[in-house]
């Protein structure tokens, strides 16, 4: 039978029920090589030769394939229909043929398909072709790339910039966006303006809302009315006149459906409408895909095929009625950058099927599968047909000139199944309905308001609207965008917010460093070039070494400028570049990098071990002069730079304060004397603005004395430490629930805890199994299914393996333990060893009267000549030998 092979088990497991017993299907999981983690993994001395390394997780998967070819020497390959998809295919032949397992006669051919439908796979194993070479070049180029770029410029960034974990081809550039739209939010000044608005009311009594558009015969624009006093003086110019409709002008308008889904379009409207990330909504649309439920969810296209085209307007017809189905398809251009690489749009497989007539079950898939098929038909759907309105009211003399707008649905079109969201809302006048109104007819005023705005700053980034303007700019790819916004949360560079973007200092940072000194490989124009030079690559039009030798001399050049830099260099370099978001002008003539608390030192941005940067003044350690990172006073901050003064007990100043490890409460001041006063950190969960006098003193009295311990008398005390509130009595400490039972916790309760404690030996008690499955099968032991931090997990002997999400512990099998122990086992590199118990008796019962008294006497031999022969100690040069089966690091680890 015929070897197919796929990337996932569950994409083989719908193809294998297309396509019966006749063949093999075999998931490779994914990638089955990649580059180690170590210097030369691409050669640049050796015209860019990669070295490539089987992960110690597919060993056993590329065994499967291999051993499943001795049974039929045919190989198919099946792996998505991009340009990863046509990596791992290649990657795949390639180690099957390293390893002999791919003979001179075997028939090895690529089949691709954009939907898992029996249709498509039949059709696809019809029409196999060979392994697109210029697809895989495009891929070796981006994987090199990204190689140099994090391998070469990560560890520059760890020497010179302490916290700084690592940079990539895009995710730096990524990252830079964020940054930039955060400087423009804290640079914003609002501007104030106010508008004013009429409820009018027809003779017919019926009610409608106009704004104030003319004032003494002058258009207003949008600061016409800057302050209170001018909007007060429009209001009485409108009391004082009578208000006539001086026009009614209806226009017929239309709206058409948006385009089928590609890859970012379903990010962004999956973000708007259910709050989903990138990750999550790119999971969830991998599933529906292996299900066969939705073309290939990873494109830049938007066409649809046509037979779908019309699939989706016999499903239109049938649900809806002829009237919403227009007289021709409707046909989207493709705007992809690289058509090489563009797919058909995502869509359903069958348009007749809603999410309940599939029966999904899983609510993100349901979810999204709802959002891709209303899409979907909609696009296919009638436009929306609407009367739009404009009515101008005037006084009589011309000097007050007010308008009313609003808009009535004639027909509802794709509107009935679908409406694309918006990112941010907007308020639009349009979307108001009037009633009759008639030319000539008088408008009485009921309501006159003025109302105040204030100008908005840019808003920060969402995770949809990121990838939007990266679309936009060209950096980046559809299968790249989800990796490319996790890595940047992973990395600890940017924080959500509410949905929100907003970069850490760490972030900051490294954008600061990169931007002065490889500024030409974070510039957008650079970045899209780049990738239009891959995309080249992808169509066969330049060659992909030529594209590494040109980057590698100008980036290795930068690389090698900056071996001599010194920390202190960059940091002031750092601290010139973001010295007006720093150091802000005060508007006073100071200094407004003058210490304010010495007078003499200079302020500067400074690192901590931590990674974390802070404000500090040049004259430390005589002074100690701290605040956080950002500009005086920053937003979210109500400390202040100098503190914030809580009252005094006993003659004591008691302040807040906020320092490089955040906010904490300070009796006294730092003097010479005492250069470090009593301090105690917020605990987690206190928030800043809830932080009194009394509160500070609870905190900063602590650990607080509960009593003497009623068998030896000792004292027990309350606190908080590195791990959370305890009680503690010699050197025994148990854990407390919460901060609130440090102050609250009486005698009875701590010697309760206090003895618990002690019972366990001090440490927490054994877990219990939530499942015991019994003696491995092979090795002994007990294998049981225990309950950890991270979820439940499988335990045998030093080896504990994490149950994936889908697998409920009470259904685990004996055998499905064994598997995820065994791969556990594999990817640490520690190969679960046979025991045998049973051999040392054995050896013991062999040995002769003899041999035990000829051992006996070399024994006694060896000890008198112990002295003479000193080395003889070092014997057991043996042990080291033990640990040879244990192999090299592989992949890094």
Known sequence: MPVVVVESPAKAKTINKYLGSDYVVLASYGHVRDLPPKDGSVDTENDFEMLWEVGADSRKHVKAIADALKEDNNLILATDPDREGEAISWHLEETLRKRKAIKADTPVSRVVFNAITKSAVTEAMKNPRQVDAPLVEAYLARRALDYLVGFNLSPVLWRKLPGAKSAGRVQSVCLRLIVEREMEIEVFRAREYWTVKAILTTPRGQEYEARLTMLGGDKLDRYSLENQTAAEMAVQAITSRDLTVASVEAKPASRNPSPPFMTSTLQQEASRKFGMGARQTMSAAQRLYEAGHITYMRTDGIDMAPEAVTAARDAIKERYGAEYVPSSPRVYKNKAKNAQEAHECIRP???????????????????????????????????????????????????????????????????????????????????????????????????????????????????????????????????????????????????????????????????????????????????????????????????????????????????????????????????????????????????????????????????????????????????????????????????????????????????????????????????????????????????????????????????????????????????????????????????????????????????????????????????????????????????????????????????????????????????????????????????????????????????TKAATTKAATTKTAAKKTTAKKPAAKKAPAKKPAAKKPEAPPEDGE
């Open 349 to 847: 497989t069958e348009m007749t099927k809603d999410a309940a007539a599939l029966k999904i079950t899983d609510a993100d898939q349901r979810k999204l599968y709802d959002l891709i098929w209303k899409r979907t038909l909609a696009c296919q759907m009638e436009g929306a047909r609407m009367e739009r309105t404009t009515v101008d009211i005037t006084s009589a003399d011309h000097q007050v000139e007010l308008r009313a707008t609003g808009q009535v649905v004639i027909f509802d079109g794709f509107l009935r199944v679908y409406e694309e969201g918006k990112d941010d809302a907007v308020v639009d006048d349009d979307d108001n309905r009037l009633p009759q109104i008639s030319q000539g007819e008088p408008a009485k005023k009921k309501t006159i308001t003025p109302d105040q705005h204030f100008t908005q700053p840019p808003p920060r980034y969402t995770e949809a609207t990121l990838v939007k303007r990266m679309e936009e700019l060209g950096i980046g790819r559809p299968s790249t965008y989800a990796s490319i916004v996790t890595t940047i949360q992973d990395r600890g560079y940017v924080r959500m917010d509410k949905s929100r973007m907003i970069p850490e200092d760490k972030g900051r940072l490294v954008i600061a460093f990169l931007s002065n000194y490889f500024h030409k490989y974070v510039e957008y124009d650079f970045t899209a070039d780049l990738e239009g030079e891959l995309d080249d690559v992808s169509a066969g039009e330049r060659d992909y070494k030529d594209v590494l030798k040109r980057f590698w001399r100008d980036f290795h050049a930068a690389i090698e400028e900056t071996s001599e830099l010194r920390i202190t260099d960059v940091l002031e370099k750092i601290n010139e570049v973001l010295e007006p978001h720093l150091f802000p002008d005060a508007g006073d003539g100071s200094d407004p990098r003058l210490c304010p608390n010495c007078g003499q030192g200079r302020l500067s941005m400074r690192t901590a071990r931590s990674g974390g940067a802070f404000i500090g003044c040049s004259n430390y350690p005589e002074c100690r002069f701290t605040r956080p990172f950002g500009p005086p006073g920053a937003e979210g901050s109500s400390i202040g730079p100098d503190g914030k003064l809580l009252g005094h007990d006993n003659d004591d100043p008691i302040s807040l304060r906020d320092g490089r490890f955040g906010p904490y409460v300070q009796r006294g001041n730092a003097t010479e004397e005492v250069p470090k006063p009593p301090r105690a950190s917020l605990p987690k969960g206190w928030e800043v603005d809830s932080i009194d006098l009394e509160k500070a003193l609870t905190l900063l009295n602590l650990p607080r004395q509960i009593g003497a311990h009623p068998e030896d008398g000792e004292m027990i005390e309350a606190g908080i430490g590195r791990f959370g509130p305890f009680v503690k009595h010699n050197k025994t400490y148990a854990n407390l629930a919460n901060v609130d039972e440090v102050f609250e916790v009486g005698m009875n309760r701590a010697v309760e805890l206090l003895a618990q404690k002690l019972a366990r030996g001090g440490r927490g008690q054994a877990a219990k199994p939530l499942k015991e499955l019994g003696e491995h099968p092979e090795l002994g032991g007990p294998v049981n299914v225990m309950t950890g931090r991270y979820g439940p997990y499988v335990k045998w002997e030093k080896i504990n393996a994490t149950l994936p999400n889908d697998v409920e512990p009470e259904g685990l099998t004996m055998e499905a333990a064994v598997e995820l122990i065994n791969e556990k086992a594999a990817k640490s590199g520690k190969k679960p060893a046979r025991k045998a118990p049973a051999k040392k008796p054995a050896a013991k019962k062999a040995t």
